[in-house]
């Protein structure tokens, strides 16, 4: 990221008064390191959502929570992020306590994405948080507890093998794609019977 990059999302920390910077190196098996997009780039994606006050937002992987506090600043019936590190959690929760400007309820909770509860659940934000084959069984356990209801999510930094992975879910529709600060991303819907 370029100097002008980070002085922006550290102006947005400062202003927010949450430190969701750098990359923690996690020891999750399957998992990622823990790392966000930028702001802007959040703000875009959680944009294409299309949050309502109706919606339960959970962000997989939420890393420090930038996504989560970003999101609880907007009318949201319930924000959630979901990480299976209590470390990064202690983080993320933190900042959802210090954090300037929220509108509706977030909490950040340990929990591994692949047994969570997810029949509250109408949308979800991920940032390549974790192996193709894990991304296999969330999804397959989001469609077993949502059954017909209406669920979406965007998926960041989305690589040809993820594709795929959501290419053999299909209960879920694109509805729009493209390239955002040199990351592929994609908009999924489901299809109701």
Request: charged share 25%; aromatic share 8%; glycine share 8%.
């Amino acid at each position: 990221m370029s100097l002008g990059g980070r002085l922006r999302n550290m102006s947005y920390d400062a202003l927010l008064r949450v430190d969701t910077k750098g990359i923690v190196q996690t020891n999750i098996p399957d998992g990622c390191h823990a790392a966000s997009a930028d702001y802007p780039t959040v703000a875009t994606m959680l944009d294409g959502l299309d949050l309502s006050p109706d919606d339960v937002l959970v962000d997989i992987g939420c890393g420090k929570g930038r996504v989560i506090c970003l999101a609880a600043r907007r009318q949201v019936g319930r924000v959630i992020g979901l990480d299976l590190s209590p470390e990064i959690i202690r983080v993320a929760a933190a900042n959802v306590r210090r954090l300037r400007g929220a509108r509706s309820p977030v909490e950040a909770v340990v929990a591994d994405a692949v047994t969570y509860d997810y029949r509250d659940v109408t949308c979800a934000y991920l940032f390549n948080p974790f192996e193709h084959f894990v991304l296999d069984r969330v999804l397959a356990k989001i469609r077993a507890d949502r059954a017909d209801a209406p669920f979406r999510c965007v998926f960041l930094h989305l690589s040809e093998v993820q594709r795929e992975t959501f290419e053999r879910h299909d209960w879920l529709k694109v509805t729009d794609e493209g390239v955002i600060g040199g990351q592929r991303f994609a908009y999924y819907q489901s299809i109701l019977a």
